[in-house]
């Protein structure tokens, strides 16, 4: 067996708890093959024994089955997590944590107008629901929607130190361009300057202590996305798609450049995916329609029905995730109460949490959750 054999073998290990295998987690440090002698060397960042020993078993395991070796071993290159470098050892050159910010997670997507804004939004909402300290950054310099989504455009205060003071909102902290602006479109950016815009956002705002800072990117790969990935270590990306584009070059242009920089992309959510049709039938009990296109739809015992009509391929998220090697971390449906929430300046995780689509946001944020802490 050669090295790629022993790769394309250890692929269909899953981590556990995932439906992502150990390969593309990027947990194969090192393959060495010396006759019948094999060595695999893993990185697994978790603090959890069982979980590390879970794989160690089972690529000894797998190894086993193809008889091709004799002596089979396996190590942990990195015991934990790495420890924080002391004063005298050097941090390690490239980005840098923000100091008192737990975790950064971009929203990224490859196209505009896919539903980024709303989804950081939603998230950042939902993560405050949950009790964590949140703070919500729109790096949207050329078209902020964050004054909009969240119904309020104030200019943040400046302290004698010239930091600027982030606006609260809905028990987040947030900044956007578009409170500096006056949200006024601004006229041609350069890279440079967008850049420098991009690192003052996070050296010059008194952000404080966070669990999460939720970015809300511009749409594309430009030159906030490369600042950002250069200078600031990031958690991780989830890039938003709708399904007609799930399957174009976008998506996985955009996951491969996180990639490159190192930055994990923690999963695809597909918005506007679907279309729910809710409605109300007088003085009917327990009918049935049948609709073209879709078959039988129940009426229930107070004449209410609810039916989903796919407007583009279904079951495209599922696919392209898979391909992606990243999780799909949930299916938005086009809904009027997300647009109406847009209008009235709060999100629906807010406006209506019980709605089932704001029970999407919160089951995107457990999952993101989860795949934070592993
Ligand atoms: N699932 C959905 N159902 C209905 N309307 C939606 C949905 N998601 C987003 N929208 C609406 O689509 C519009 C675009 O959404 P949004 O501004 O979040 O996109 P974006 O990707 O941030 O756009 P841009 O690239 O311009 O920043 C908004 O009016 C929003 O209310
Ligand atoms: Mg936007």
Do not use: C
Not at 37 to 54: G, H, P, W
Not at 123 to 128: M, Q, R, S
Not at 160 to 167: A, G, H, N, R, V
Not at 198 to 213: A, H, N, R, S
């Amino acid at each position: 067996m050669n090295k790629q054999e022993i790769l394309n073998l250890l692929k269909e290990i899953n981590y556990p708890g995932f439906s992502r295998d150990i390969v593309s987690f990027g947990m194969i440090e090192n393959v060495e093959i010396d006759g019948k002698n094999v060595s695999i060397a893993l990185k697994i960042t978790t603090d959890k024994d069982e979980k590390k020993q879970t794989v160690v078993d089972a690529v000894k395991n797998i190894l086993q089955e193809t008889n091709a070796f004799e002596n089979i071993n396996v190590t942990l290159t990195n015991q934990g997590h790495t420890p924080p470098p002391t004063q005298q050892q050097k941090a390690p050159a490239g980005p840098t944590p923000v100091e008192g910010i737990k975790h950064i997670v971009a929203i990224a997507s490859g196209k505009g107008g896919v539903g980024k804004s709303t989804v950081a939004a939603n998230i950042a909402v939902a993560l405050t629901q949950k009790g964590h300290k949140v703070g919500l950054l729109d790096l949207d310099i050329y078209g902020p929607s964050l004054p909009i989504i969240l119904g309020f455009n104030e200019s943040p205060k400046l302290t004698q130190e010239k930091k600027l003071i982030p606006l609260d909102r809905y028990g987040m902290k947030v900044m956007s361009f578009g409170f500096i602006s006056g949200n006024e479109t601004p006229t041609i950016w350069r890279g440079p300057l967008v850049g420098r815009m991009t690192e003052q956002f996070f050296k010059d705002v008194l952000w404080g202590e966070l669990d999460y800072l939720i970015l809300d990117l511009p749409p594309g790969t430009g030159d906030v996305q490369l600042t950002l990935t250069q200078k600031l270590r990031l958690s991780g990306a989830v890039i938003v798609t709708t399904p007609q584009d799930i399957a174009l070059s976008d998506v996985r242009k955009g996951a491969d450049m996180f990639r490159k920089v190192q930055t994990p992309v923690l999963g695809v959510i597909e918005n506007m995916s679907g279309l729910v049709i809710k409605g109300h039938i007088s003085g009917s009990n327990d009918a049935k329609m049948d609709i073209a296109g879709i078959g039988d739809v129940n009426v229930d015992e107070n004449g209410d029905f609810e039916f989903q009509i796919d407007i583009f391929k279904k079951g495209g998220g599922v696919v392209e995730s898979d391909r992606l090697g990243v999780p799909l971390l949930g299916e938005i449906p086009i809904n009027k109460e997300i647009m109406d929430a847009t209008d009235n300046g709060k999100p629906l995780v807010l406006s209506n949490p019980d709605s089932p689509v704001a029970q999407v946001f919160v089951q995107i944020v457990d999952r993101i959750q989860t795949i934070l802490q592993s």
